[in-house]
C-alpha cells in the first residue's frame, strides 16, 4: 500500500510569512498533484510534477519534485490570507490497474491578516 | 466550460437506507473516479471509470458501488447505509486516460446519515 505523509498537519501564520509543506512517502509515484480546498468545496489542482528533480512556480507558490520521485514540497512566499485552505498532496502512478491518486492527509494553512 | 457537477450537493438519510449519488463530468472526459472524504481517514478512493468500465476499486465494503453511462456521467450507490457513511462523496474527471495529468473534481455531495 503506497502512503503519503504530509508535514505539518496544521500551520497557523501571520500575512507575510514563508513556508513550507512536505510530502512524503516511501513509494515511488510517476506524477505528483498539489490541490487545494477550501470548506464546502472540492479541491483545486494547483500543479502537477512529472519529472524527478522538477521545480514548479505558480506565483509565490514554489512546488518541487524529489529526485527519487518520493516526495516533494510546497513554499509559499511572503502569504496572504487568500492562501488560507487545505493542502494536499496526490501521488499517482500510471499503467496496470493503478488508475487512482494517492492522497496525504493535507496541510491545514492559516494565514492571519 | 462547465465544471464536474455533482448532485445533491447535501443529504440526509436514516441508518439502513441506501443512496444514490450523482457526477457530471466536464465534457470530454471519460475518466471519473470518486472519493470519500472524512475528517479522520482524508481522501479515500472508492472507484474509477473509463468507458463504463471499472478500472479500479478502494477498499471499501461491497454496499459501494458505482457505474458509468455512456455519455460518461456516473452514478455511486451505497446500500444499508451506516452512521460512519457519513462524508463528503467527491467525484473527480480526467481527461487524460491515465489522470498522471491531475483531475478536476466537483463540490461534493455531503452525506450525512443519522
Known amino acids: 500500500t503506497q502512503l503519503l505523509e504530509q508535514s505539518p498537519q496544521f500551520l497557523s501564520i501571520q500575512e507575510g510569512e514563508n513556508l513550507t509543506v512536505y510530502c512524503n512517502s516511501s513509494?515511488?509515484?510517476?506524477?505528483l498533484q498539489w490541490y487545494r480546498q477550501e470548506p464546502g468545496e472540492g479541491p483545486v489542482l494547483l500543479v502537477t510534477v512529472v519529472t524527478g528533480g522538477e521545480v514548479k512556480k505558480l506565483k509565490r507558490l514554489t512546488f518541487q519534485f524529489g529526485d527519487a520521485r518520493k516526495d516533494s514540497s510546497l513554499h509559499i512566499t511572503a502569504a496572504q490570507p487568500g492562501d488560507t485552505g487545505l493542502y494536499l498532496c496526490a501521488g499517482s502512478n500510471s499503467g496496470g490497474s493503478n488508475y487512482k491518486l494517492t492522497f496525504g492527509k493535507g496541510t491545514l494553512l492559516t494565514v492571519n491578516p | 466550460k462547465a465544471g464536474v457537477t455533482q448532485t445533491p450537493r447535501y443529504l440526509i438519510k436514516t441508518r439502513g437506507q441506501q443512496v444514490t449519488l450523482s457526477c457530471s463530468p466536464i465534457?470530454?472526459?471519460?475518466?471519473v473516479s470518486w472519493y470519500q472524504q472524512t475528517p479522520g481517514q482524508g481522501l479515500q478512493f472508492l472507484f474509477e471509470?473509463?468507458?463504463?468500465?471499472?478500472?479500479n476499486k478502494g477498499n471499501f465494503p461491497g454496499r459501494f458501488s458505482g457505474r458509468q453511462f455512456s455519455n460518461s456521467r456516473s452514478e455511486m450507490n451505497v446500500s444499508t447505509l451506516e452512521l460512519g457513511d457519513s462524508a463528503l462523496y467527491l467525484c473527480a474527471s480526467s481527461f487524460n486516460r491515465e489522470g498522471g495529468y491531475g483531475y478536476t473534481f466537483g463540490s461534493g455531495t455531503r452525506l450525512t446519515v443519522v
Open positions: 513509494s515511488v509515484f510517476s506524477s
Open positions: 465534457s470530454g472526459h471519460r475518466s
Open positions: 471509470y473509463f468507458s463504463e468500465t471499472q478500472r
